[in-house]
């Protein structure tokens, strides 16, 4: 059994098996919804997602998905997890074993920057395309 802390708080103890723990992800507040894809016989994508959304009228506070991925650099089938959190200004990118739930690769950095990076590539475009401003 592998107990660790919290990937995106790292104070608390993650739920056993889990990466966040309740503070991060309350169980009372998660809408959590899994969808599994088939994309050849005998192997799926299991996709979950679990949102805290305080205002339902408003992007999700907080967001946690967790998909099955191909890693290039270690040549296997991992679960890459994505942790956002608008309240702390927080991105977590967290890769796993799929089998032990090991962690492979994570990353933690302010998700004002990857917005930041967003806006980047999308301002790139514009250039590029020469297309208008749309409003949002
Ligand atoms: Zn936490």
């Given at each position: 059994?592998?107990?660790?802390?919290?990937?995106?708080?790292?104070?608390?103890?993650?739920?056993?098996?889990?990466?966040?723990?309740?503070?991060?992800?309350?169980?009372?507040?998660?809408?959590?919804?899994?969808?599994?894809?088939m994309?050849?016989p005998?192997?799926?994508?299991t996709?979950?997602?679990?949102?805290?959304?305080?205002?339902?009228?408003?992007?999700?506070?907080?967001?946690?998905?967790?998909?099955?991925?191909?890693n290039?650099?270690?040549?296997?089938?991992?679960?890459?997890?994505i942790?956002?959190?608008?309240?702390?200004?927080?991105?977590?990118?967290?890769?796993?074993?799929?089998?032990?739930?090991?962690?492979?690769?994570?990353?933690?950095?302010?998700?004002?920057?990857?917005?930041?990076?967003?806006?980047?590539?999308?301002?790139?475009?514009?250039?590029?395309?020469?297309?208008?401003?749309?409003?949002?």
């Amino acid at each position: 059994m592998i107990q660790r802390s919290c990937v995106a708080c790292e104070r608390e103890p993650a739920a056993s098996g889990l990466l966040f723990c309740a503070l991060c992800t309350p169980p009372s507040q998660l809408q959590q919804s899994v969808t599994i894809r088939m994309t050849k016989p005998n192997q799926g994508i299991t996709d979950v997602r679990a949102k805290v959304r305080p205002d339902p009228t408003r992007r999700p506070v907080r967001e946690a998905k967790s998909v099955e991925a191909w890693n290039h650099d270690r040549q296997r089938l991992e679960l890459k997890t994505i942790y956002t959190d608008r309240d702390r200004d927080l991105f977590v990118e967290v890769w796993q074993d799929p089998e032990t739930g090991e962690i492979a690769w994570a990353k933690r950095e302010k998700l004002s920057d990857q917005d930041h990076h967003g806006e980047r590539t999308k301002a790139a475009q514009r250039n590029q395309t020469g297309g208008s401003d749309s409003a949002g």
